[in-house]
């Protein structure tokens, strides 16, 4: 797993953080050229496993070990082989890979299952290109319209990366450049699954500080994001009074330090990603500003009253620049993406429950139980768009100091086999359920 | 005057803000394609006017309308062409057209003076392109370093825009790119002046607020230009809790709040115009921010003492974010520019003064002379840079709101014929001296 895992990482390596080969990150932007190689690569492998292969409108790679019923829909491991621009080796790969480590397994026992198991690639995970996350899951579900997912643009910071183009590219543009339009229609209906599993590192840090082994995925917490835009006045630095300023760069940043003082009151997170001022000149004041704000919490509600919070502080802030000059700064909302509050299925949380519990038991420790815990996921996960539809549940393996989305996000070999172990296991309880 | 200036502008149309042909700014970045059109423009205008034309090693244009006297070096009227990415159609382009249009006026009338009289284009007075305003007049100066101005790289905001080089250009390859890298060594020893004259627009309220009609520059306040990075960690928006953050831009945003306080506690002016956060994804915390920071300030001591109070409060700020997990942010300060407060000469001031008077006597008010006033530049000018060798001062005019680094920056046509007069004038008293 360890070997196939670092191997897949040569196509799009990331900043270098330490001597050994495999000491980078991973910048393997979606759909971009990187991702292209990474994914021949993953088709070639399983047809090797001999799978069969489909690629859907979204460029989901859907590669199936049949089983003795073809009348049965096959039970999923999926995740994504996509990553942030200064992303690690990890994040949703040690999923893909796990799945593929389940198939080697299985074709070295001669295992039989009674529905296929399969492994799915899912486009665009991250959001880090096309800022909507798990918009390919989200397709596939029928929660997201595909025209909408198809017209989607890439975020202009993207825009600098050597793996972009030039000009904002849509999802669908980039799918054909690298040849992943595919032809099958992207749905849970013409993709039937009979349950949803993912392996994921856990990106936070309960596990690993409590020395346990396994997170036993019970829910996801509820998430929105949002595009805002600050409109203000330019105008010359040196000579126009703070009074007289209509200033979005200054509104900006009393909006980012309201938006965690309020999120942080209601239990909730609040962040910005990306920020752009215009015209972007040391001695013009930016009559121009925009951002995107990630709110979260572990209630759908709780979310949904930060962000009405903040909609009336943001536009006290922007009122009261400019108001000296009778030309207040304006803000605009867009709302990108809005993934509620999620509990998976029971029936799936029970099989990595057992599962895990089963992996664990050969620990030298006296009370094995204490290496199981049940957890949230802080993360969205492909899962999430899956469980709309089918039985659905995730693992989760410890990270080193909780960290992701960094190019030093490290979990250990054994840490990555004991849940590769729990997966292969889980899928084939459920197969026998 | 009115005419000529509206030509001049057809190279570099920047935003439209109304329907008539002359309703839009200017958009015209150093050494860019439109300014070497406007220059070529210049050169051709100055040689029909039978005007001796050298460029020096920064790019700057010197005509001379030579005098009776070959033994003395010609008065100039001096100012700058390029304009920020979202500029008007007054800044700078003014100043040199008042120029051209009191040669125009001396030829018209047969005039003969002492010494020549001179026009010079500087280049890149703005500092939007290349991040030191007034750089080249500075070199002329000799306070800046030839090499290190033809060092100088252009900001990373200028990339986007249509008339910039996709990789980042340094003034010495942008001068060539457009023919400008002249060989007259740029000094003040080459291309001596008796006298450097500068009329400009305010730029600030205080002249269009009182109803005034010229203003007498005595003095140029101080200013300083910073880069900054503050240095954190990436991690992810959604698993990475408030305490366990080394947020750059959360780190900005409390900075740039606290820069204004500082300053205007100060009576001083704080101002970010760039600001670029890293890596720029929806759902990753930014490890890195790059930002300007222009402090400014009626006297030197006060800008230092803003910078030095805000050297210890952003050391603070970033002290705090990421002490939870033992990895605070840094802050780095680059100084790229420092422009003490300047006085001007009294017998620049003193011609000016007269001659603004003698052009405002004929206003039908009972009180003329109290449409003249002493007044401080909130802006730097490449008088500043001359008045370090030879005796210099300068005229403003009302501008619109005080409104400037704008679009809509507007004088009216007759404000700026009240300002050629007072430089034609100005220019003839100091010859006669
Ligand atoms: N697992 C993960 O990093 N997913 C990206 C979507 C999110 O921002 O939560
Ligand atoms: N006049 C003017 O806008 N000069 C640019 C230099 C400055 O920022 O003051």
Redo the contacts between chains.
Sequence with gaps: LAEDLHHSCQWGFGIRWGEAPTDTGMQRLALSEEDRNVRNWFIKTMQDLRCNVTVDQMGNIFAVRPGRRADVPPTFIGSHLDT???GGRYDGILGVLSGIETLKTMNDMGLETEGGVGVVNWTNE???RF?I?MVASGVWAESIPLEQAHALKE????A?LPTAA?APETMKSALEKIDFLGDVPCSYKSTPMAAHFELHI????HLVSAGQRVGVVTAV?A?R?FRLNIIG??????????E?RA?A??A???M??RA?EV??ANGC?A?????E???????????LVSF?L?I?GPETVLVEEVEKKLRSDFDAIAAAEGAG?GKPCRVEWTL?FDSPAVKFHEDCIDCVQQSAHAVVADTPVADTKSLVRSIM????HDSVFTSKRVPTSMIFIPCK???????EEFSTADDCATGASVILQAVVRYDRK
């Design positions: 942030q621009p200064t991250e959001g880090a800022p996350s975020v202009p910071t993207v600098s030039s856990e990106q936070g840090p917490q998430y994001w006045r330019d105008t010359h630095t040196g000579t126009t009074a703070f007289h200033d760069l200054y900006f940043s009393r980012m330090v965690r999120a942080a997170l962040s910005v990603g990306i920020v001022a215009k015209p972007g000149s040391v001695n013009t004041v930016p009559g995107s990630d979260r000059i990108d996921s802080g993360a969205g100091d909780g960290l992701s989305h960094h190019p």
